[in-house]
């Protein structure tokens, strides 16, 4: 391990360098895993663990809106009937079952799953929503066997590009449950399979509290938000759309936050011009005092199961896919995303919409 100081909290984390993919190869050698959904983390995991040289076979239904998924695993060159079978099939074969489906299909389908776990299998989930929220989901391993985690902090379209790039994907680590004395390495090993750059240690809890709060707040929820609520502003105000949309999204993803991700927030406005400066640094605690409560909030209704009660309510509900759909076309084709579409068909090498 490494120990990082941040600021006087240390951590250890786990790289590549004293944890290396060959060493991953030789704890999961005589292992079987198994990827239970080819969605978008089940597909980028498996394929970056097959180019890892571990064994790895894929189960995903082939039927219903499960079909794409089926066909593109075949696409990506999994053969049925060697290392692509039905969800049933592939995890009975499978000593580690890389539970990847979502989380309203873990639910679904952990009846299932359940009945072919065998003493001193691994349970692997790349959340925590399903364990966490036993009470809702009914998701009760066995004490005989391995549950573990290993959440990558990206969507799995990072994890894969990132893997392809050589760079890797920062990814924490926990384990629920060691029965066999192995879990520690199992989970380390399969988090430098995936294609993690480094690893940093959690707990089940933990990680889906953060992700949860995250996935509403700054990575998706509070952006979306916060983004409409300026374009919508300029527009009110009188700027074209071009302009409201360059000044809110454009210069944000093709030029700041670049410089943020380079060497730091304090960085990037170091970079930027005195009269930003000083303006974004007075608005900085008006904006962070108002958004304070709402993620005092947001934790809360978290942290209480209030919010997953929601997602499985709403995600069982049978007209859901069609909700989704429209609600996300709704979303792109609002004026400011449309906005959005040409000015990126504007950029260097792009085709015009």
Not at 20 to 38: M, P, R
Not at 229 to 239: D, M
Not at 276 to 287: M, T
Request: hydrophobic share 35%.
């Amino acid at each position: 391990m490494v120990e990082l100081d941040f600021g006087g909290v240390k951590e250890n984390v786990i790289t590549r360098k004293e944890f290396t993919v060959e060493k991953a190869q030789k704890i999961l050698k005589d292992e079987i895993v198994v990827s239970l959904g080819y969605g978008i983390q089940g597909r980028a995991q498996s394929l970056n663990m097959r180019d890892n040289g571990i064994k790895v076979v894929i189960g995903q239904e082939k039927t219903g809106f499960h079909a794409p998924y089926y066909d593109l695993a075949v696409k990506d060159g999994w053969v049925p009937g060697e290392n692509l079978f039905s969800l049933e099939e592939a995890a009975k074969r499978g000593t580690i079952k890389m539970f990847l489906l979502t989380d309203s299909g873990q639910r679904e389908i952990w009846p299932l799953v359940k009945n072919t776990l065998k003493e001193g299998d691994a349970l692997y989930f790349s959340h925590g929503f399903s364990i966490v929220y036993r009470d809702q989901t009914g998701v009760v391993p066995p004490k005989n066997i391995d549950v573990i985690l290993v959440a990558p902090k990206g969507s799995g379209t990072s994890v894969r590009r990132n893997f392809l790039d050589g760079s890797g994907i920062n990814s924490s680590f926990a384990v629920y449950q060691n029965y066999t004395g192995k879990a520690e390495d199992r989970v380390k090993a399969i988090g430098i399979a995936i294609g993690s750059g480094y690893l940093f240690p959690t707990t089940f809890e933990k990680e889906v509290f953060s992700d949860l709060t995250g996935e509403r707040g700054v990575l998706m929820g509070a952006l979306a938000g916060i983004m409409e609520a300026q374009y919508n502003t300029l527009r009110e105000h009188g700027h074209s759309p071009s302009e409201a949309f360059n000044e809110t999204v454009e210069e944000l993803t093709q030029s700041l936050i670049r410089l943020v991700d380079e060497n730091g927030m304090d960085w990037m406005y170091c970079n930027c011009s005195e009269t930003a400066r000083i303006g974004a640094l007075r608005w900085r605690n008006r904006f962070r005092d108002g958004a304070k409560p709402l993620f005092e909030s947001l934790y809360e209704l978290v942290a209480t199961g209030e919010e997953t009660r929601i997602v499985l309510e709403r995600s069982a509900e049978p007209d859901y896919r069609q909700k989704l759909a429209e609600e996300l076309k709704a979303m792109g084709d609002s004026e400011m995303w449309r906005a959005g579409a040409t000015v990126r068909s504007l950029r260097p090498g792009r085709t015009k919409p």
